[in-house]
């Protein structure tokens, strides 16, 4: 009984985690229709600049996030003012394609700088663990799990109650009665590409404190913001919560009772699943352009 | 322009008959270039029956390839009794057989998938076809399974895996011509350009679908038979490879999306510039392939082909008003 409670709590820290690696992702599809395959890059490159300042400067590497997000904001601002508004009007597999021969690019670049070899951050605190009711709980992954809650949360309060979040929100509701309201749409790409870029380094923080990554891993953080996004549905932090926390117990429990090398077995089922049944995701908002 | 409905063809064996003259006069090394080539070239083919002709863009083909040559490679090793040519024939008929069977029972439901969906969850498929081959031990895809030789004691290997290639890449290019001008073809361009409209004006569009896809599975996995014979031993790693599953569209992007010719002009290019030119800098593929998917998007949608048509259209519109 209590390695069931073991493993849905462990899936629950996951769960979190993916959440805020897929929010970003989520966003940019709701609001650009764009699918965005470097967004895994993304990730990785936040974890990558967590590793370097926090070894540089010796703080913890929870403390370089906003420094990390406001170094991605500036790149994702640029990279969609460049490169990826010149393709988001073409086909949708055009956009896709670019974004996917961006990631190609920046691993390979990310393999010459930083080697194609498994990194890790340790945070001081990497061994201590704690119980609550026979459950056990590293410290690592509650603080990553309480970073990733508040990030979210803020997300939904930037987009529930700011001017940039009521601007947002229009262009994705309606991109054409937006502009005729004055919005530019343009600048509002941008700064929604900007601010998922934002959030996909702070989850690369994350990720980077509790789990070991290297270059080649984007193409996983990238399929996991996609099922996430297929599971929870579009453009919205609570649709992101639901599905992540949904794929991180499912990642637990077939890794717990099926065997270790099968949740990528499942998730990709699910993805197929989940997308010729419910293509509105769970709480069933966008997602209907793929019929 | 008008052509006779035989150029084509002939054309197609012309071209397959002076490339099979290559390993009598080509450096062994370029025997090996010209074997990947030729194999590309097949594999683009078949990909762009469903991928160009009808604009389904699939980001998973790498299955067929991995679930043909591990079907042959199963009930081969059970009748390794038999001779060379009897067995290859084998391996086609069981891996064919097993591509038709498993891309007809995903169709029906994948193919309710548009667009980027559709391109996704065939990633999906091909993912979950490699897990369950690396992961169940009957299929031996982690411990990898062996391929019995199959050229003449007299004849180089590469030679006569060139000659194998380049004649199922012909035979590839013919049933492509034949899709491309008959009634199926002509529906297939009209999914392209508008599923829902095609499906008002009686265009029987899921059964065509249907069809271009099985077609398209079952040729990719026949090219994946001879892969694995070529390679002589596989693993789950060295047939479902995400490379290739992205080299397919790049073939089709770079020659021209939804031509005839395109896929192979693209093939032909791409494993030229990666093999030849940048055969030194390995570190640098990745890079070259992500640059070129970047230049190809914004610069020139259209491909080789795209280009080539637009110079031509713009050197009428130049010669149009002097007359």
Partial sequence: MSLVVQTLADGLVLGGIYAL??????????VLHVINLSHGILVLIGAYLALVTSQALGV??????PAVMAV?????YAYQRLLIQRAVDRSPLGSMLLTFGVALMLQNIMIWVFSPDMKSITPSYAFASFSVAGITFDAVRVSALAASLVLLLCLALLLKFSPLGRVIRATAQQTLAAQLCGVNVKHVYALTFAVSAAFAGAAGIVIGVILPFSPADEALWTMNAFVVVVLGGVGSPAGALLGGLLLGIVNT?????????FPNVTMFLLLVLLLLVRPNGLLGNAFSASR | MKRSPALVPLLIVAAALVLALGPFVLPPFYVRVGQLMVYSAGLAVAWAILGGFAGYASFGHAAFIGVGAFAAGLVENQFSALAPGLLLALGLAVGG????VLSAAVAYPILRLRGTFFSIAMLGVCHVCA?????VDFFQGSMGINFPPLAPASMDPADFFFWLYLAAGTIVMLIAWLIWRSRFGAGLLSIREDEDTARMLGVPTERYKRLAFVISAVLT????????????YITTDSVYRDDTNLNLIVFSLLGGMGTLFGPVIGAFLLVFITQVILGRLLDFHLFATGLLLVLLVLGAPGGVLGVVRGWRVRRRAATAPAE
Avoid: K, M, R, W
């Fill in chain 2, 131 to 135: 897990e369950v081959n690396n992961n």
């Fill in chain 1, 253 to 261: 429990l077939t890794a717990q009772y099926v065997g270790p090398s």
């Fill in chain 1, 60 to 65: 913890d590497p929870l403390l370089t996030i």
């Fill in chain 1, 72 to 76: 991605l904001f500036g790149a994702g």
């Fill in chain 2, 221 to 232: 996995g026949l090219l994946g038979v001879i892969y694995a014979h070529a390679l002589g």
């Fill in chain 2, 97 to 100: 057989g097993a591509c038709a």
């Fill in chain 1, 21 to 30: 690696a897929a929010v970003g992702f989520s966003l940019i599809f709701g």
